[in-house]
């Protein structure tokens, strides 16, 4: 039997047990009337929207910036530690971004290179090579993806404490169950 019916949010409706799961084999939702199943669904499709949204960001400050998601996460990873005075070795970013030093020394050419980072002796450690974002780097950084977390930090302190409380645990139990998911597979 097919349906000249057309759904007015296609998007949503990958999202709707009552689309992907029509009897309940997974989704056990007898006990709830439409508008709740309407109200899930519409917090699924927000986190959805979110994540396409935090992709979109993460894939332009990369293109922008020349880099890819490890050597991002390298950077954040030095300007915090600048920020609170620590001192960063290769060993300790290998060890933060769980890669082989082989491919941290690698990271740190293609860093040094591009101008993002300085090698320089360790303070007291005459032996180990002291790592550094480039202030230019930082700047570039702070503006573009530094304003919009400024942003989401906004966004997380207009909640009041309770709320944070659910949308903590919400974001838990999602991390917790794609965690466990491939253990099921």
């Not at 007015?8 to 709830?32: F, N, Y």
Request: glycine share 4%; net charge negative; no cysteine.
């Amino acid at each position: 039997m097919t349906s000249d019916r057309t759904p007015p949010d296609s998007a949503a409706w990958l999202l709707d047990p009552r689309v992907i799961d029509p009897s309940q084999e997974l989704v056990k939702r007898s006990a709830m009337d439409d508008d709740e199943v309407d109200s899930i669904v519409g917090v699924l499709a927000a986190l959805r929207t979110w994540r396409e949204a935090e992709q979109a960001m993460s894939e332009a400050s990369q293109k922008h910036m020349k880099l890819n998601a490890t050597d991002m996460k390298a950077l954040r990873f030095l300007m915090a530690s600048r920020n609170v005075g620590a001192v960063v070795t290769p060993g300790l970013l290998a060890e933060t971004l769980r890669i082989s030093t082989a491919s941290t020394t690698k990271l740190l050419d293609r860093l040094e290179r591009a101008g993002h980072v300085l090698r320089s002796p360790h303070p007291t450690d005459r032996r180990a090579l002291m790592i550094t974002v480039t202030d230019a780097t930082r700047t570039d950084a702070r503006e573009s993806v530094g304003r919009i977390h400024a942003r989401r930090f906004e966004a997380a302190a207009r909640l009041s404490p309770e709320e944070r409380d659910i949308v903590i645990r919400f974001l838990s139990d999602l991390s917790a169950f794609d965690e466990g998911a491939g253990a099921d597979q």
